[in-house]
Nanobody, 121 residues
Framework: QVQLVESGGGSVQAGGSLRLSCAAS????????MAWFRQAPGKEREGVAVISDGNVAYADSVKGRFTISQDNAKNTMFLQMSSLKPEDTAMYYCAAGAPYLAFDRRLYPYWGQGTQVTVSS
């Protein structure tokens, strides 16, 4: 019912910034709770930021550096990433459809294909 497409990834030097976008199509009414996850090689997929009904939450590792937001139609989500560190290097995924604000990937039925973020020192 919902299709998600991420964009905006790329390579950046440490301390730089990137802005990721997640565009939704289909039944966007089901995309009321959204999140950004990331997965580095050899590591499990981890929640980065969540937005739901105007409320936001961040993983401790990105708090103060990343900002999650969405447009008025709630069909596009963004992740503004600043002060990037090499440890932020990962594939970043857009997710949607959780019943409540949560970082548990099992609660998200809709996923994008991911966009790669590489931060060099």
């Amino acid at each position: 019912q919902v299709q998600l497409v991420e964009s905006g990834g790329g390579s950046v030097q440490a301390g730089g910034s990137l802005r990721l976008s997640c565009a939704a199509s289909g039944n966007t009414y089901l995309w009321s709770r959204m999140a950004w996850f990331r997965q580095a090689p050899g590591k499990e997929r981890e929640g980065v930021a969540v937005i739901s009904d105007g409320n936001v939450a961040y993983a401790d590792s990105v708090k103060g550096r990343f900002t999650i937001s969405q447009d008025n139609a709630k069909n596009t989500m963004f992740l503004q990433m600043s002060s990037l560190k090499p440890e932020d290097t990962a594939m970043y995924y857009c997710a949607a459809g959780a019943p409540y604000l949560a970082f548990d990937r099992r609660l998200y039925p809709y996923w994008g294909q991911g966009t790669q973020v590489t931060v060099s020192s």
